[in-house]
């Protein structure tokens, strides 16, 4: 049986761990957007100018949510869980306690997925700085970034969980996750590619992210997005079952 | 009239565990009574770390049964595992938390309730005698703080059941000292401890009973005085002798069944109140007359060739 206190306990922990960097990683959620957006945002967007109807800088400005949360996520899952379970065997004493490995990787998972969240509102919040009309929308924003948030750490989880040595993780993120970042709709519409990558489009979970958040923050929502959330949703129960399952057998002998 | 059966805290019986390149344990049969600290010693490789990971399921047996305060294991190893207090033999404390805040962690672990909370980290803290390092953070605390704070840790639900994985192991004198002072306060408090270690002192001075492992199972088991009687015997004798000496002795020996162990520039014949006579004659009057020790029983039970 899951149990819910186990999670708390090591959200507890997490947030202990959080007061002490707290400052560093709000820094860098507000400092890269903001340059994203002067770099992409200005210097690109004064060629581009507007994008099927969008300022370019609003395009990008809700692009950057998607890379944010993705980068919160997978990078998250991928090196704090690997670095927690080999060098500091933080999950070996979790693990003497009453805590099971499916609730240890909820906990972790759902954390970054929080964080994901919130820090993946920061480009949004930049942009409104920017010049993006604010809409009630954006209320609906933090819940796509904490959805997306948790596939990409439980992504993250169970590729930490199957790599030989953290060196690999180099094939990950140059392998996986840089296409993934590209090719989703980010800084310009996957329609603009050639037709088979913008199938390929389609299957990538940060694309329905990027979809979900325009529609949110320009309230354009419609049917179509129930799609996009069930695909990531299903991208969730998939990703949970291969973290979890990897987990295991790397800490369960 | 009521039947008060004596419970046994943890019981292995046959358990086997097998990786791809050894049989780390095989065949193990073990018993600990509640209430005692039972001494599980033997040399690296004996099989005591992956019989404490069997004992919270975070390793499974391929063969044989487990239970853990009446639980069967590893159906019920998350119940077990809340009973007991475990104090790993790695470091893993949050070196960026202090030391107030891994003891929090855990007492949300062990689900310590709420309104407990608080009293159970300031009791966890006292037991480490770490109250006035509370804020410091674990980075900063010094080895034997550290390794007081990482029992104090397994400690803070109060558990009945304690397993102590090398609880000394690397530490100087004074700091072990400690500690043990700590584990005898837990035995006095009627804690059930199992308590591996290769420090032969640790198991005289700490255990009621002690269980001597080699290659995966218990060759031999008691409290040990018994131990030392059994094996040893009550004297030992030492002679000083070149290597070549020592080879004809320990043969000479070997053929009157007295056991013998290799002490440096020295054989020690073990019960030795019990040479033959033949032998006492061949031998001519050792250099040095000891009592046996457990260690005697260690090396002459457990094999002197390192492996």
Redesign the interface.
């Known amino acids: 049986m899951m149990e819910f206190a186990p999670v708390r306990a090591v959200w507890r922990r997490e947030l202990a761990l959080y007061r002490r960097y707290w400052a560093s990683t709000s820094f860098a959620a507000m400092t890269e957007p903001t340059i994203y957006l002067l770099a992409f945002g200005y210097g690109f967007g004064s060629v581009v100018g507007a994008l099927y109807g969008y300022d370019y800088k609003d395009f990008v400005a809700t692009g950057v949510v998607a890379t944010a949360v993705l980068f919160i996520g997978a990078f998250g899952g991928m090196f704090n869980t690997f670095i927690r379970r080999t060098f500091q065997h933080t999950y070996d004493a979790m693990l003497a306690a009453p805590v099971d490995v499916r609730e240890l990787v909820t906990a972790e998972a759902s954390w970054l997925a929080v964080k994901a969240g919130v820090y993946g509102c920061a480009p949004m919040l930049v942009g409104v700085a920017f010049g993006l009309e604010p809409s009630w929308g954006m209320l609906l924003v933090p819940f796509i970034g904490f959805l997306t948030g948790l596939v990409f750490a439980l992504f993250g989880v169970w590729v930490s969980a199957i790599v030989p040595s953290i060196n690999t993780f180099d094939y990950v993120i140059t392998g996986a996750l840089t296409p993934m970042f590209m090719v989703a709709g980010t800084f310009f519409p996957v329609t603009q590619l050639p037709a088979w990558v913008a199938a390929a489009a389609q299957v990538n979970p940060l694309y329905h992210c990027v979809e979900l958040v325009r529609g949110a923050v320009f309230g354009r929502l419609g049917l179509d997005d129930l799609g996009h959330l069930g695909v990531l949703s299903a991208c969730a129960v998939l990703m949970w079952a291969l973290a979890v399952w990897k987990m295991r057998a790397r800490l369960i002998d | 009239m009521p039947i008060v059966a004596s419970m046994d805290a943890i019981v292995l019986h046959g358990v086997t565990k097998r990786?791809p390149d050894v049989t780390a344990v095989d065949g193990l049969d073990l018993e600990v009574p509640e209430g005692i600290c039972l001494g599980l010693l033997g040399p690296n490789g004996a099989g005591k770390s992956t019989t404490m990971?069997l004992l919270?399921?975070?390793?499974?047996a391929d063969e044989g049964e487990i239970r853990v305060m009446g639980l069967r294991l590893p159906q019920q190893s998350?119940?077990a595992?809340?009973l007991?207090g475990?104090v790993?033999q790695?470091d893993?404390l949050?070196?960026?938390?202090t030391a107030r805040?891994n003891l929090?962690?855990?007492a949300?672990?062990?689900?310590v309730p709420r309104q407990e909370r608080r009293a159970a980290v300031d009791r966890a803290l006292a037991l480490a005698q770490l109250t006035d390092r509370a804020a410091t953070r674990t980075v900063n605390l010094s080895g034997g703080m550290r390794r007081r704070l990482l029992i104090a840790?397994g400690l803070v639900h109060q558990p009945r059941l304690v397993l102590l994985d090398e609880p000394t192991v690397g530490l100087d004198p004074q700091v072990r000292q400690e500690l043990w002072s700590l584990i005898v306060r837990l035995r006095e408090e009627g804690v059930t401890t199992l308590m591996s270690t290769h420090y032969i002192e640790e198991a005289e001075r700490l255990a009621d009973d002690c269980a001597l492992m080699s290659h995966g199972r218990i060759v031999a088991r008691g409290s040990p005085e018994e131990l030392v009687k059994e094996h040893a015997g009550a004297e030992v004798a030492e002679h000083y002798a070149s290597q070549e000496r020592q080879a004809e002795i320990a043969a000479l020996a070997a053929e009157a069944g007295v056991p013998t162990r290799r002490t440096g520039p020295s054989i020690s014949l073990l019960k030795s109140e019990q040479l033959p006579r033949s032998l006492e004659e061949a031998l001519g009057p050792p250099n040095v007359r000891r009592p046996a020790t457990l260690e005697d029983v260690f090396v002459v039970l457990t094999g002197e060739a390192v492996e």
């Open positions: 990786y990971r919270t399921a975070q390793s499974l998350k119940q595992r809340a007991m475990v790993p790695l893993n949050d070196e960026e938390l805040e929090e962690v855990f949300h672990l062990y689900r840790r």
